[in-house]
Protein backbone atom coordinates (compact mmCIF):
# COMPACT_ATOMS: atom_id res chain seq x y z
CA UNK A 1 0.00 0.00 0.00
CA UNK A 2 1.19 3.25 -1.02
CA UNK A 3 1.83 5.77 1.75
CA UNK A 4 -1.12 8.48 2.07
CA UNK A 5 -0.74 12.23 0.95
CA UNK A 6 1.15 14.40 2.90
CA UNK A 7 -1.23 16.23 5.43
CA UNK A 8 -1.65 20.05 5.83
CA UNK A 9 -1.04 21.84 8.67
CA UNK A 10 -2.95 21.77 11.41
CA UNK A 11 -5.72 20.29 10.06
CA UNK A 12 -5.42 17.33 11.95
CA UNK A 13 -5.12 19.65 15.18
CA UNK A 14 -8.56 21.24 13.81
CA UNK A 15 -9.85 17.97 13.44
CA UNK A 16 -9.67 16.85 17.09
CA UNK A 17 -10.11 20.08 18.59
CA UNK A 18 -13.97 19.83 16.40
CA UNK A 19 -14.30 16.13 18.12
CA UNK A 20 -13.32 18.01 22.03
CA UNK A 21 -16.19 20.59 21.54
CA UNK A 22 -18.65 18.19 21.49
CA UNK A 23 -19.94 18.87 17.99
CA UNK A 24 -22.98 16.34 16.91
CA UNK A 25 -21.27 14.92 14.26
CA UNK A 26 -22.52 11.36 15.64
CA UNK A 27 -25.38 10.08 14.44
CA UNK A 28 -27.53 7.25 14.41
CA UNK A 29 -26.26 4.93 17.40
CA UNK A 30 -27.22 1.49 17.03
CA UNK A 31 -26.98 -1.35 18.99
CA UNK A 32 -24.99 -4.53 17.81
CA UNK A 33 -24.79 -8.12 18.79
CA UNK A 34 -27.17 -10.89 19.37
CA UNK A 35 -29.40 -12.61 22.16
CA UNK A 36 -27.97 -16.15 21.16
CA UNK A 37 -24.67 -16.26 23.06
CA UNK A 38 -24.62 -13.61 25.16
CA UNK A 39 -25.47 -15.97 27.99
CA UNK A 40 -22.32 -16.92 27.70
CA UNK A 41 -20.78 -13.32 28.01
CA UNK A 42 -19.13 -11.99 31.39
CA UNK A 43 -21.98 -9.99 33.46
CA UNK A 44 -20.26 -6.52 33.46
CA UNK A 45 -22.00 -5.58 36.91
CA UNK A 46 -19.31 -7.48 38.19
CA UNK A 47 -16.69 -5.35 36.87
CA UNK A 48 -15.49 -1.39 36.76
CA UNK A 49 -14.48 -0.31 33.37
CA UNK A 50 -11.88 2.25 33.57
CA UNK A 51 -11.24 3.09 29.99
CA UNK A 52 -12.41 1.62 26.31
CA UNK A 53 -10.94 1.27 22.70
CA UNK A 54 -12.15 1.00 19.78
CA UNK A 55 -9.55 -1.36 17.92
CA UNK A 56 -9.74 -1.92 14.10
CA UNK A 57 -7.50 -5.14 13.12
CA UNK A 58 -7.74 -4.43 9.56
CA UNK A 59 -6.88 -0.77 8.96
CA UNK A 60 -4.54 1.13 10.14
CA UNK A 61 -5.18 4.81 10.86
CA UNK A 62 -6.61 5.65 7.11
CA UNK A 63 -9.19 4.54 5.15
CA UNK A 64 -10.26 4.79 1.37
CA UNK A 65 -13.60 5.87 0.74
CA UNK A 66 -16.11 2.89 0.66
CA UNK A 67 -13.84 0.56 2.85
CA UNK A 68 -15.94 -1.97 5.31
CA UNK A 69 -13.77 -2.78 8.48
CA UNK A 70 -14.77 -4.81 11.56
CA UNK A 71 -14.80 -2.96 14.86
CA UNK A 72 -14.00 -4.61 18.01
CA UNK A 73 -13.98 -2.82 21.34
CA UNK A 74 -11.48 -3.30 24.59
CA UNK A 75 -12.00 -2.42 27.91
CA UNK A 76 -9.38 -2.38 30.70
CA UNK A 77 -11.79 -2.83 33.87
CA UNK A 78 -11.18 -4.14 37.10
CA UNK A 79 -12.60 -7.27 39.23
CA UNK A 80 -14.67 -6.24 41.89
CA UNK A 81 -14.48 -9.53 43.65
CA UNK A 82 -10.53 -10.15 43.11
CA UNK A 83 -9.70 -6.27 42.59
CA UNK A 84 -8.10 -7.70 39.03
CA UNK A 85 -6.84 -5.47 36.63
CA UNK A 86 -8.55 -7.30 33.12
CA UNK A 87 -8.58 -7.03 29.78
CA UNK A 88 -11.90 -7.35 28.12
CA UNK A 89 -12.60 -7.40 24.56
CA UNK A 90 -16.21 -7.78 22.56
CA UNK A 91 -17.33 -11.16 21.22
CA UNK A 92 -18.15 -11.46 17.76
CA UNK A 93 -21.50 -10.82 16.34
CA UNK A 94 -23.53 -14.11 16.14
CA UNK A 95 -20.84 -15.48 18.04
CA UNK A 96 -20.78 -19.18 19.11
CA UNK A 97 -21.19 -20.23 22.92
CA UNK A 98 -17.80 -20.91 22.94
CA UNK A 99 -16.40 -17.97 20.99
CA UNK A 100 -18.14 -15.79 23.04
CA UNK A 101 -17.44 -17.18 26.90
CA UNK A 102 -15.45 -14.94 28.56
CA UNK A 103 -16.02 -11.78 26.26
CA UNK A 104 -18.12 -8.71 26.56
CA UNK A 105 -21.17 -8.94 24.88
CA UNK A 106 -21.49 -6.01 21.85
CA UNK A 107 -24.46 -4.70 23.22
CA UNK A 108 -22.61 -3.52 25.97
CA UNK A 109 -21.45 -0.21 23.70
CA UNK A 110 -23.87 2.13 21.45
CA UNK A 111 -21.33 2.45 18.21
CA UNK A 112 -22.25 5.94 15.72
CA UNK A 113 -19.97 6.98 13.30
CA UNK A 114 -19.15 10.05 11.10
CA UNK A 115 -18.08 9.59 7.09
CA UNK A 116 -20.16 6.48 7.14
CA UNK A 117 -22.93 3.83 9.56
CA UNK A 118 -21.82 0.79 11.86
CA UNK A 119 -23.94 -2.55 11.59
CA UNK A 120 -22.96 -5.44 13.52
CA UNK A 121 -19.35 -4.14 14.30
CA UNK A 122 -18.71 -3.47 10.68
CA UNK A 123 -18.19 0.29 10.13
CA UNK A 124 -18.74 0.89 6.36
CA UNK A 125 -17.83 4.25 4.98
CA UNK A 126 -19.09 6.48 2.69
CA UNK A 127 -18.00 5.86 -0.96
CA UNK A 128 -17.94 9.54 -2.51
CA UNK A 129 -14.65 10.80 -1.61
CA UNK A 130 -15.77 14.28 -1.92
CA UNK A 131 -18.30 14.20 1.15
CA UNK A 132 -15.62 12.42 3.53
CA UNK A 133 -12.77 15.15 2.97
CA UNK A 134 -12.20 15.02 6.52
CA UNK A 135 -11.87 11.72 7.41
CA UNK A 136 -13.92 9.76 9.39
CA UNK A 137 -15.08 8.96 13.06
CA UNK A 138 -16.25 6.14 15.10
CA UNK A 139 -17.60 6.33 18.21
CA UNK A 140 -17.66 4.16 20.72
CA UNK A 141 -20.06 4.78 24.63
CA UNK A 142 -20.01 2.45 27.45
CA UNK A 143 -23.87 1.86 28.18
CA UNK A 144 -23.40 1.23 31.75
CA UNK A 145 -21.47 4.52 32.15
CA UNK A 146 -22.09 6.77 29.37
CA UNK A 147 -19.01 8.84 30.47
CA UNK A 148 -16.67 6.20 29.02
CA UNK A 149 -16.51 6.42 25.54
CA UNK A 150 -13.68 6.84 22.54
CA UNK A 151 -13.79 8.49 19.44
CA UNK A 152 -11.62 6.44 16.52
CA UNK A 153 -10.55 8.73 13.65
CA UNK A 154 -9.14 7.54 10.35
CA UNK A 155 -7.84 10.01 7.50
CA UNK A 156 -9.28 9.36 3.78
CA UNK A 157 -6.90 7.61 1.20
CA UNK A 158 -7.42 7.25 -1.96
CA UNK A 159 -5.24 4.54 -3.05
CA UNK A 160 -8.28 2.64 -3.84
CA UNK A 161 -9.26 4.55 -6.53
CA UNK A 162 -6.59 3.62 -9.75
CA UNK A 163 -8.99 3.11 -12.67
CA UNK A 164 -11.27 5.74 -14.43
CA UNK A 165 -13.39 5.48 -17.65
CA UNK A 166 -15.06 1.79 -18.47
CA UNK A 167 -14.77 -0.61 -21.23
CA UNK A 168 -16.48 -1.93 -23.84
CA UNK A 169 -19.73 -4.41 -23.25
CA UNK A 170 -18.60 -7.88 -22.95
CA UNK A 171 -20.42 -10.20 -25.12
CA UNK A 172 -23.42 -12.79 -24.37
CA UNK A 173 -22.51 -15.90 -23.09
CA UNK A 174 -23.88 -18.96 -25.71
CA UNK A 175 -27.24 -20.34 -25.35
CA UNK A 176 -27.11 -23.71 -23.98
CA UNK A 177 -27.93 -27.03 -25.90
CA UNK A 178 -31.06 -28.67 -25.66
CA UNK A 179 -31.43 -31.70 -23.88
CA UNK A 180 -31.73 -35.20 -26.35
CA UNK A 181 -35.11 -36.96 -26.32
CA UNK A 182 -35.91 -40.04 -24.68
CA UNK A 183 -34.53 -43.37 -26.28
CA UNK A 184 -31.16 -42.16 -26.35
CA UNK A 185 -30.75 -38.77 -28.44
CA UNK A 186 -28.57 -36.85 -28.62
CA UNK A 187 -27.91 -33.83 -27.01
CA UNK A 188 -28.16 -30.47 -28.72
CA UNK A 189 -24.89 -28.16 -29.71
CA UNK A 190 -24.26 -24.78 -27.81
CA UNK A 191 -24.62 -21.52 -29.54
CA UNK A 192 -21.40 -19.46 -30.01
CA UNK A 193 -20.59 -16.61 -27.89
CA UNK A 194 -21.56 -12.93 -28.88
CA UNK A 195 -18.55 -10.60 -29.84
CA UNK A 196 -17.31 -7.85 -26.98
CA UNK A 197 -18.29 -4.45 -27.89
CA UNK A 198 -15.68 -2.21 -29.04
CA UNK A 199 -13.94 0.10 -26.12
CA UNK A 200 -15.58 4.04 -25.64
CA UNK A 201 -14.09 7.20 -26.93
CA UNK A 202 -13.53 10.00 -23.66
CA UNK A 203 -11.95 12.42 -22.77
CA UNK A 204 -10.06 12.93 -19.69
CA UNK A 205 -8.29 15.80 -17.79
CA UNK A 206 -5.65 15.58 -14.91
CA UNK A 207 -4.33 17.84 -12.32
CA UNK A 208 -3.38 18.57 -8.91
CA UNK A 209 -5.31 19.91 -6.15
CA UNK A 210 -5.32 21.00 -2.46
CA UNK A 211 -8.08 19.50 0.25
CA UNK A 212 -8.76 21.00 3.81
CA UNK A 213 -6.43 17.70 4.95
CA UNK A 214 -3.57 17.52 1.91
CA UNK A 215 -1.55 20.06 0.59
CA UNK A 216 -1.12 17.69 -3.08
CA UNK A 217 -3.58 14.94 -4.29
CA UNK A 218 -4.52 14.03 -7.66
CA UNK A 219 -7.84 15.20 -9.23
CA UNK A 220 -9.47 13.61 -13.19
CA UNK A 221 -12.40 14.33 -14.66
CA UNK A 222 -13.84 12.11 -17.38
CA UNK A 223 -16.30 12.73 -19.90
CA UNK A 224 -17.85 10.86 -23.13
CA UNK A 225 -20.49 7.68 -22.09
CA UNK A 226 -19.43 8.02 -18.73
CA UNK A 227 -18.92 10.77 -16.57
CA UNK A 228 -16.98 10.86 -13.66
CA UNK A 229 -15.06 13.15 -11.36
CA UNK A 230 -12.52 11.41 -8.30
CA UNK A 231 -9.86 12.27 -6.37
CA UNK A 232 -6.53 9.79 -6.82
CA UNK A 233 -3.26 8.80 -4.91
CA UNK A 234 -0.14 10.53 -6.53
CA UNK A 235 2.17 7.42 -5.26
CA UNK A 236 -0.31 4.93 -6.62
CA UNK A 237 -1.25 6.64 -9.63
CA UNK A 238 -4.34 6.42 -11.86
CA UNK A 239 -5.32 4.85 -15.08
CA UNK A 240 -7.98 6.01 -17.60
CA UNK A 241 -9.76 3.03 -18.84
CA UNK A 242 -11.57 2.27 -22.98
CA UNK A 243 -10.81 -1.30 -23.10
CA UNK A 244 -12.71 -3.62 -25.57
CA UNK A 245 -14.92 -5.94 -24.11
CA UNK A 246 -14.75 -9.55 -23.77
CA UNK A 247 -16.14 -12.12 -26.65
CA UNK A 248 -18.81 -14.05 -24.80
CA UNK A 249 -18.19 -17.96 -24.34
CA UNK A 250 -19.53 -21.04 -25.88
CA UNK A 251 -22.65 -22.00 -24.36
CA UNK A 252 -22.69 -25.61 -23.33
CA UNK A 253 -23.62 -28.93 -24.82
CA UNK A 254 -26.92 -30.52 -23.79
CA UNK A 255 -27.25 -33.60 -22.24
CA UNK A 256 -27.53 -36.70 -24.11
CA UNK A 257 -31.19 -38.16 -23.80
CA UNK A 258 -31.85 -41.33 -21.65
CA UNK A 259 -31.26 -44.89 -23.21
CA UNK A 260 -34.29 -46.67 -24.03
CA UNK A 261 -35.81 -49.96 -22.45
CA UNK A 262 -34.34 -52.68 -22.58
CA UNK A 263 -30.53 -51.82 -21.77
CA UNK A 264 -30.47 -48.70 -24.28
CA UNK A 265 -27.32 -46.84 -24.02
CA UNK A 266 -27.72 -43.33 -23.30
CA UNK A 267 -27.56 -40.44 -25.87
CA UNK A 268 -24.69 -38.55 -26.71
CA UNK A 269 -23.32 -34.79 -25.19
CA UNK A 270 -24.06 -32.37 -27.80
CA UNK A 271 -21.05 -30.50 -28.27
CA UNK A 272 -20.17 -27.27 -26.72
CA UNK A 273 -20.22 -23.54 -28.61
CA UNK A 274 -17.54 -21.75 -29.42
CA UNK A 275 -16.00 -18.76 -28.02
CA UNK A 276 -16.83 -15.20 -29.65
CA UNK A 277 -13.91 -12.50 -30.56
CA UNK A 278 -13.12 -9.57 -28.36
CA UNK A 279 -14.18 -6.16 -28.56
CA UNK A 280 -11.43 -3.16 -30.10
CA UNK A 281 -9.95 -0.79 -27.59
CA UNK A 282 -11.53 2.56 -28.11
CA UNK A 283 -9.81 6.44 -28.17
CA UNK A 284 -8.52 8.06 -25.26
CA UNK A 285 -7.81 11.65 -25.27
CA UNK A 286 -5.64 12.56 -21.66
CA UNK A 287 -4.78 16.34 -21.17
CA UNK A 288 -2.28 16.49 -18.41
CA UNK A 289 -1.68 20.40 -16.33
CA UNK A 290 1.26 21.58 -17.92
CA UNK A 291 2.56 22.73 -14.30
CA UNK A 292 3.10 19.66 -12.95
CA UNK A 293 5.24 17.32 -15.64
CA UNK A 294 5.36 14.62 -13.13
CA UNK A 295 1.85 13.48 -14.21
CA UNK A 296 2.94 11.59 -17.50
CA UNK A 297 4.31 9.06 -15.10
CA UNK A 298 1.50 8.92 -12.66
CA UNK A 299 -1.50 9.12 -14.87
CA UNK A 300 -1.68 5.64 -16.91
CA UNK A 301 -3.84 4.75 -20.16
CA UNK A 302 -5.63 0.91 -21.02
CA UNK A 303 -7.09 0.97 -24.71
CA UNK A 304 -6.16 -2.70 -25.10
CA UNK A 305 -8.32 -5.03 -27.23
CA UNK A 306 -10.93 -7.43 -25.30
CA UNK A 307 -10.21 -10.85 -24.51
CA UNK A 308 -11.45 -13.61 -27.07
CA UNK A 309 -14.28 -15.49 -25.28
CA UNK A 310 -13.66 -19.36 -23.73
CA UNK A 311 -14.93 -22.15 -25.04
CA UNK A 312 -18.04 -23.87 -24.08
CA UNK A 313 -17.99 -27.61 -22.30
CA UNK A 314 -19.25 -29.88 -23.84
CA UNK A 315 -22.73 -31.64 -22.23
CA UNK A 316 -22.62 -34.44 -20.41
CA UNK A 317 -23.99 -38.42 -21.92
CA UNK A 318 -27.42 -39.26 -21.65
CA UNK A 319 -27.48 -42.22 -18.64
CA UNK A 320 -28.10 -45.26 -19.75
CA UNK A 321 -31.81 -47.49 -19.54
CA UNK A 322 -32.40 -48.73 -16.08
CA UNK A 323 -32.01 -52.06 -15.06
CA UNK A 324 -35.67 -53.49 -14.82
CA UNK A 325 -37.62 -56.98 -14.65
CA UNK A 326 -39.64 -57.39 -17.26
CA UNK A 327 -42.46 -59.85 -15.81
CA UNK A 328 -42.72 -61.78 -12.64
CA UNK A 329 -39.99 -63.74 -12.27
CA UNK A 330 -38.61 -62.86 -15.56
CA UNK A 331 -34.85 -61.95 -14.83
CA UNK A 332 -33.79 -58.94 -14.41
CA UNK A 333 -32.48 -57.09 -17.29
CA UNK A 334 -29.12 -54.94 -16.77
CA UNK A 335 -28.87 -51.14 -17.32
CA UNK A 336 -27.61 -49.69 -20.15
CA UNK A 337 -24.38 -47.75 -20.58
CA UNK A 338 -24.25 -44.21 -19.85
CA UNK A 339 -23.71 -42.15 -23.19
CA UNK A 340 -20.31 -40.19 -23.68
CA UNK A 341 -19.81 -36.62 -23.03
CA UNK A 342 -19.49 -34.00 -26.13
CA UNK A 343 -16.96 -32.60 -27.15
CA UNK A 344 -15.99 -28.88 -26.10
CA UNK A 345 -15.85 -25.72 -28.48
CA UNK A 346 -13.76 -23.95 -29.69
CA UNK A 347 -11.97 -20.93 -27.52
CA UNK A 348 -11.52 -17.80 -29.67
CA UNK A 349 -7.95 -16.88 -29.92
CA UNK A 350 -9.28 -13.27 -31.88
CA UNK A 351 -8.37 -10.80 -28.90
CA UNK A 352 -9.94 -7.35 -30.06
CA UNK A 353 -6.97 -4.83 -31.76
CA UNK A 354 -5.74 -2.24 -29.09
CA UNK A 355 -7.32 1.26 -29.35
CA UNK A 356 -5.68 4.36 -29.74
CA UNK A 357 -4.47 8.03 -27.75
CA UNK A 358 -3.33 10.97 -27.68
CA UNK A 359 -1.86 13.20 -24.61
CA UNK A 360 -1.50 16.72 -24.28
CA UNK A 361 -0.58 19.35 -21.99
CA UNK A 362 -1.72 22.27 -21.47
CA UNK A 363 -4.02 24.62 -19.32
CA UNK A 364 -6.44 22.45 -17.86
CA UNK A 365 -8.59 25.28 -16.28
CA UNK A 366 -11.66 25.22 -18.37
CA UNK A 367 -12.07 21.95 -18.44
CA UNK A 368 -12.54 21.91 -14.66
CA UNK A 369 -15.41 24.36 -14.82
CA UNK A 370 -16.67 23.98 -11.04
CA UNK A 371 -15.21 21.96 -7.76
CA UNK A 372 -16.70 20.02 -5.47
CA UNK A 373 -16.62 22.38 -1.87
CA UNK A 374 -13.40 21.78 -0.02
CA UNK A 375 -11.26 21.23 -2.90
CA UNK A 376 -9.44 24.03 -4.68
CA UNK A 377 -7.11 24.44 -7.30
CA UNK A 378 -3.33 25.02 -6.16
CA UNK A 379 -1.99 28.76 -7.45
CA UNK A 380 1.74 26.92 -8.86
CA UNK A 381 2.65 28.55 -11.25
CA UNK A 382 2.69 28.19 -15.57
CA UNK A 383 5.36 27.56 -16.79
CA UNK A 384 7.29 30.20 -19.05
CA UNK A 385 6.87 29.32 -22.80
CA UNK A 386 10.10 28.49 -24.33
CA UNK A 387 11.07 31.49 -26.22
CA UNK A 388 12.29 31.39 -30.01
CA UNK A 389 15.21 30.84 -31.29
CA UNK A 390 16.73 34.12 -33.02
CA UNK A 391 17.30 33.84 -36.74
CA UNK A 392 20.77 33.92 -37.67
CA UNK A 393 22.36 36.79 -39.59
CA UNK A 394 22.27 36.21 -43.65
CA UNK A 395 25.31 35.62 -45.12
CA UNK A 396 26.99 34.03 -41.71
CA UNK A 397 28.77 30.72 -42.31
CA UNK A 398 28.50 30.74 -45.51
CA UNK A 399 31.32 30.26 -47.73
CA UNK A 400 32.49 32.65 -51.28
CA UNK A 401 30.35 31.12 -54.16
CA UNK A 402 31.84 31.02 -57.34
CA UNK A 403 33.13 33.73 -58.96
CA UNK A 404 33.31 35.66 -55.81
CA UNK A 405 36.51 38.49 -55.57
CA UNK A 406 39.56 38.09 -53.90
Do not use: W
Not at 93 to 121: C, I
Not at 147 to 154: A, L, N, P, Q, T
Not at 282 to 306: F, M, N, T
Amino acid sequence: MSRAPRLATGTLLLAALALASGCAFITKLTSVGGADAAAFTVDMEKYDVKSIHISTPKAGETLCPGDKIPLHVVAKAVERRKSAAVDLETAPVNATANDARGKMDPTEFALAARGGNVEDMVFASNGNPFAVLLGFDVKATYRLDSRIEEVRHFAPSYSCFSGVGLSGPSGSRGAPGGMGHANGGAGGRGGPGEPGGDGPQVVAAATIVQTPLYDRVGLIRVTGPTEQLTLFDLESGVTVVARGGSGGSGGSGGRGGEGSKPGGTGGPGGPGGDGAPGGDGGHVVLVLDDRYPELAKIVGIDVSGGMGGGAGMGGSGGRGAPAYTPCSGCKMIAAGNNGPGGPSGRSSSADGRAGTAEVRRGDISELFPGLPPGVRMRDDPRPEPEPEPEPEPKGKGKGRGKGSKK
